[in-house]
Nanobody, 114 residues
């Protein structure tokens, strides 16, 4: 069974930083593209950032230059470094991997106060 467990969310003031982590188990972590999504209340879930097995990264326009996705294949952990946070970044952040189906973690809440 695939498990994804996020951590690192919290309450931060605008302009601050947070580092999210996603610990994965039950899959061959190193060969899979891993994704961070977010979902704010009343809004659709949206892709934030993606990292492939060869560490190629892709970012949504709204986080480019502020967020950095990375992975540690030895620790089977995905990261999202979030800098210059804005109130509009407030959302539940979820780790995702697409295998035979989509697998999701439980999410970690990020709240940015103005």
């Amino acid at each position: 069974q695939v498990y994804l467990v996020e951590s690192g969310g919290g309450l931060v003031q605008a302009g601050g930083s947070l580092r999210l982590s996603c610990k994965a188990s039950g899959l061959n972590f190193g060969i899979n593209t891993m994704n961070w999504y977010r979902q704010a209340p009343g809004k659709e879930r949206e892709l934030v950032a993606q990292i492939t097995s060869d560490h190629t990264t892709n970012y949504a326009d709204f986080v480019k230059g502020r967020f950095t996705i990375s992975r540690d294949n030895v620790r089977r952990t995905l990261y999202l470094q979030m800098n210059s946070l804005k109130p509009e970044d407030t959302a539940m952040y979820l780790c995702n991997v697409q295998l035979s189906r989509n697998f999701w973690g439980q999410g970690t809440q990020v709240t940015v106060s103005s």
